[in-house]
């Protein structure tokens, strides 16, 4: 028991280690036990004092983009800058509970070997603990606080992702002991990403495809699919249907290292919320900063982009909604965007304008497919 705490207790004092490990549930359930330990530990001492939790810091002061040397690939990670949860300061005293609370019931579904969504974890949570858990987002960030603390993915804590993702066009699919799926045969309604990281990491994948085009929008992916586009244009089309849930980008990222050859290109609304869509694809999330390697994709920006308001009558484009404004804002205070993203940011911002991707169906309904094949085949994406 000594050799298992002194080995897992490496990951309490390593500030270097600023990533989350991939574990066994065994190896999870040792690093919470030994959390449990040294809790008691110095409750027990003859001093006793209730020290403060060490998460490493998930804001965007404490966030660095990792260029790779030999790969085009860039994502976010977190440095070495430590907050706290503190039973000490009355407005941190609940979100000090919560991490407990949540690391018991992680404990709990990995003896049982079964995994949870973080919907089923809150409403299990608020059914055990509905002093401390009142809200999805409580969860959510406690769930990040834990991972934060105990440096494994949350994946490895039991919790498995809520997919909403699709795929279509000329890929294969295939499950362990299943048959293999078709994906250009699926229709509009295209082929359902699975929750489960370990399935999808166990797909086999087959290609003829040139592109990997990443759809923002549900009924656009839908236009897409139904009007065969990855015909015209040998391609793969995914989905999240708006900002991307962890088992989408985790697929994307597998396909980039299937198929590394294939340009992952997006297609999003021009406004910031499509911008950050992007971004989130391309460096991943501050907030899932120690797991930002597994899902980041060197994603490239086909469309919609300032040179394509002249195909947009002006009639169509509309103003910037506040909403627009506050995530420009965060946008532009992050070190992630590069500089000619940046430089489409201003325009947005000068214009005071946002176009959707559905405006082009002013040229008609299947200017859409024209407009991917002219802009894939000059190659005009940055």
């Known amino acids: 028991m000594d050799d298992l705490s002194k080995s897992s207790m490496k990951f309490f004092s390593d500030q270097q280690l600023c990533f989350a490990d991939i574990l066994l549930p065994h190896e999870v359930q040792a690093r919470i036990q030994v959390a449990v330990l040294n809790f008691l530990k110095i409750l027990s001492s003859p001093d006793p004092e209730i020290s403060d939790l060490p998460l490493i810091n998930r804001k965007s002061s404490n966030s660095r983009v990792s260029e790779g040397i030999l790969t085009d690939v860039s994502w976010i990670f977190l440095s070495h800058s430590f907050c706290s949860r503190s039973l000490m300061k009355a407005n941190a005293t609940k979100a000090f509970i919560r991490v407990w609370k949540v690391m018991e019931m992680c404990f709990e579904f990995l003896t049982q070997e079964k995994r949870v969504t973080q919907r089923e974890l809150f409403y299990k949570l608020l059914c055990d603990s509905p002093h401390y858990f009142s809200s999805q987002l409580q969860v959510n960030r406690t769930i990040q606080d834990v991972v934060a603390l105990l440096r494994c993915s949350r994946y490895s804590l039991g919790i498995m992702a809520s997919s909403k993702g699709l795929v279509a066009g000329r890929i294969l699919l295939q499950e ?110 501050i907030g899932m900063g120690l797991e930002a390697y597994r899902y980041a ?86």
């Open 297 to 382: 994709c060197n994603v490239k920006w086909l469309g919609l982009r300032g040179d394509d308001l002249q195909l947009i009558p002006q009639q169509s484009l509309a103003p910037l909604k506040p909403r627009d404004l506050q995530i420009a804002r965060s946008l532009i205070s992050s070190t992630t965007l590069q500089d000619n993203y940046r430089q489409e940011l201003a325009v947005m911002m000068q214009s005071g304008q946002r176009a959707e991707i559905e405006a082009l169906y002013s040229n008609g309904y299947d200017y859409l497919g024209k407009y991917l094949a002219k802009k894939i085949v000059q190659a005009n994406y940055i």
């Open 176 to 285: 362990p002991n299943q048959e293999a799926v078709d994906c250009s045969a699926c229709g509009s309604s295209g082929y359902a990403i699975s929750g489960d990281l370990n399935l999808l990491e166990s797909l086999i994948m087959k290609t003829d495809a040139r592109y990997i085009v990443v759809v923002e929008k549900h009924a656009i992916f839908q236009r897409l699919a139904e009007d065969h586009v990855f015909n015209q244009i040998p391609s793969i089309l995914l989905t999240a249907k708006g900002y991307p849930d962890i088992a989408t980008r985790f697929l994307l990222h597998r396909m980039s290292r299937a198929f590394p050859d294939l340009p992952i290109l997006a297609l999003v609304d021009w406004n910031p919320a499509g911008l950050a869509i992007l971004s989130t694809y391309k460096f991943g999330s």
